[in-house]
């Protein structure tokens, strides 16, 4: 069993509409939560970074964690087209930078215009 | 916000032959810089953490001489794909950190092997 799971995808929704990205993780030893958006050819950028469980809202993402049924979710509020990319959810256990990041196999996020 | 580079951006060598990729952080000093494999489709992968000025620590199944990391100074580590296979053949993406802060991942090289 993966430590993350992720939806590949793809997954192709309609300008404007809510996208729901979602991540499995099966050690509960893990405490930190990131999703990264990586387009095409390029490195992965952080987009949101949570610890505890609950919702972290940064613009149009926010970011839910549920640490009892290991459950992590990123939404994605009036969807752009700019937001076609893959987007992968991450995790780590402890709170250094240096702690190994585990990484979901990513989800391909089109978005029509 | 930090920058991480990476060079070259792409390269293509001949099965047999050695590839150096340099990784730089661009405006903070780097303690620890991470380096990641990605194949089309998947995820990434980490391959070896490394300290500046120590041996870098590999992950399981990631063979130490045939992938050399140098990371001689705070602001630069080096990955050397050595005697390179076309199965070598990937995306190679490296990371920074400086103390307790995030990663920042760099742009990648692409690496194919013919």
């Known amino acids: 069993q993966k430590e993350v799971e992720q939806d590949p995808g793809p997954l192709s929704v309609p300008e404007g509409a809510i996208v729901s990205l979602n991540c499995t993780y099966s050690?509960?030893?893990?405490?930190?939560f990131m999703w990264y958006r990586q387009y095409s050819r390029k490195g992965p950028e952080l987009l949101m970074y949570?610890?505890?469980?609950g919702n972290k809202e940064d613009g149009r993402f926010t970011a839910q964690v549920d640490k009892s049924s290991k459950y992590i979710s990123l939404f994605i509020r009036d969807s752009q087209p700019s937001d076609s990319a893959t987007y992968l959810c991450?995790?780590?256990?402890?709170?250094?930078?240096?702690?190994?990041?585990?990484f979901g196999s990513g989800t391909r996020l089109s978005i029509r215009p | 916000g930090a920058v991480v580079s990476q060079h070259p951006s792409w390269v293509i060598c001949k099965s047999g032959t050695s590839v150096k990729i340099e990784c730089r952080s661009l405006?903070?000093?780097?303690?620890?810089m991470f380096w990641y494999r990605q194949f089309p489709k998947q995820s990434l992968m980490l391959m070896a953490t490394s300290n500046e000025g120590s041996k870098a620590t590999y992950e399981q199944g990631v063979e130490k001489d045939k992938f050399l990391i140098n990371h001689a100074s705070l602001t630069l580590s080096t990955l050397t794909v050595t005697s390179a296979h076309p199965e070598d053949s990937s995306f190679y993406i490296c990371s920074a950190s400086e103390a307790s802060e995030t990663q920042y991942f760099g742009p990648g090289t692409r690496l194919l092997v013919l």
């Open positions: 991450a995790t780590r256990k402890g709170y250094s930078s240096a702690s190994k990041i585990i």
């Open positions: 949570t610890y505890s469980s």
């Open positions: 405006d903070f000093q780097a303690t620890t």
């Open positions: 050690n509960s030893a893990f405490q930190y």
